[in-house]
């Protein structure tokens, strides 16, 4: 019963946590602000890698498939959140911020002793950003224009996931995404003598659809694939434009809705595998094609083409130790995590690195464990002024198992 109403709690404080949850990055004025890296379990601490990971003691978020392998009889809850501190680097001055995030919450379930069920929510993209005094260039012109834009907001997901397992080695799994939000946007473009003021809130939803497999070789190898297929997120908006010319003030638009090109989710192909050495060493690879560039879609400040995804992880943990001794138990993780981008600004790729490093704190005799990661990165560049981001980012992952359905034998 204590485990319940704490479960229970748990799930009511982050609730509350997720409104509140901000990312800021100057990147998050393009499309619909910057993707989420919302990491369950100990993922975020092995490089975002474990496609083909099982969800036998912890939800895998990167793969429905992995839910073919629940246990049976086990409850799941998996809440996160994130601390990050972030130096932005420019050609001339650097500007350091601090936020929290929340990042995840999610439960799941076997439904038959082959099969299990999942649902989480979690910030798909998030938008915040401050600019001020962009210069950029007028289309077919030899003048330019300063831009000056705050933004808030974000798109949020949630999903519903099912996988299956056939006999021992194969498991395959789907799930459908619910993607919708909003972004705020406010913009002040100055031309000459004249001040053109923008306001606008822009709502967006749309479905997504995963489908995912893994593959069991052996008792120590696991290959799996994941297809999340093109989607269509349809967007309307209501804006206010004012312009201010040889201080005379004209109103354009006030609260005028209307349409917006719809936002186009593009075909993301993932291939992954996990290898156990010795009993000890576990090594998980991972590699992502996303086709942003087949989407036919552009952005005013730049373009969208193909991104490769990369990411490697290693795990330590000797089962072969007392499993009585409580330190005999932690795991130990590291990982590395490289991104081309899906943007060009500028002939530029804003890329990401990372590395990452965590302990993984078990509680109880359950799966129940504390995941604790510190990762470093950088995105972007300085070249072409352009903005770099170097990162500090500490992600705590709580991952609560119970035992549901089991009666007892001593009362």
């Known amino acids: 019963m204590k485990n319940t109403v704490f479960l229970l709690t748990f799930v009511l404080v982050s609730l509350t946590s997720f409104s509140q949850s901000i990312s800021s990055s100057p990147y998050s004025l393009y499309g619909v602000g910057s993707l989420y890296d919302a990491d369950f379990g100990s993922i975020s601490s092995i490089g975002s890698s474990g496609m083909a990971l099982p969800s036998t003691s912890f939800i895998n978020n990167l793969n429905p498939a992995s839910l073919g392998f629940m246990p049976l009889n086990h409850f799941m809850l998996d809440v996160g959140g994130k601390a990050i501190g972030t130096t932005y680097e420019g050609s001339k ?66 999903d519903f996931s099912y996988g299956y397992r056939f006999g021992d080695k194969l498991t395959v799994g789907a799930s459908a995404a619910l993607l919708f939000g909003n972004i705020e946007d406010q913009r002040y473009l100055v031309v000459s003598n004249s001040i053109t003021t923008i306001e606008k809130k822009t709502d967006y939803n749309g479905l997504r659809a995963t489908i995912g497999s893994q593959y069991k070789i052996d008792s120590t190898f696991t290959i799996a694939a994941t297809f999340k297929l093109p989607a269509q997120i349809k967007g309307s908006k209501v804006q206010s434009v004012s312009t201010i010319a040889d201080e005379v003030s004209t ?23 996990s290898k156990r050495f010795k009993n000890v060493l576990n090594m998980t690879l991972d590699y992502e094609k996303s086709l942003w560039k087949d989407t036919n879609q552009s952005d005013s400040y ?43 600004i500028d002939g530029k790729r804003v890329n990401n690195a990372s590395i990452s490093v965590g302990i993984s704190l078990p509680i109880e005799n359950t799966f129940s464990a504390l995941n604790i990661s510190y990762s470093y990165g950088q995105k972007g560049t300085v070249s072409n002024n352009l903005i770099k981001e170097n990162y500090h980012k500490v992600s705590v992952n709580l991952s609560l198992d119970g035992i549901w359905f089991v009666k007892r034998k001593i009362e």
Request: glycine residues 8%.
């Open 93 to 158: 001055k650097t500007e350091k911020r601090n936020n929290f995030q929340f990042s995840h919450i999610a439960f799941a379930f076997p439904v038959t002793k082959n099969s299990g069920f999942s649902v989480a929510l979690r910030p798909y993209s998030s938008a915040s950003y401050k600019i001020s005094n962009l210069v950029l260039p007028i289309s077919d012109s030899m003048e330019s224009y300063s831009l000056t834009a705050a933004g808030s907001g974000g798109l949020n997901n949630f």
């Open 251 to 273: 109103t354009v638009e006030s609260n005028v809705s209307s349409d917006v090109d719809d936002y186009y989710m593009p075909l993301e192909i993932g291939v992954g595998i």
């Open 302 to 344: 730049g373009t969208f083409v193909n991104q490769d995804r990369f990411a490697l992880g290693f795990t330590y943990f000797d089962a072969n130790r007392n499993m009585r001794k409580y330190w005999d138990r932690i795991q130990y993780s590291a990982g590395a995590n490289f991104d081309t981008g899906y943007l060009e």
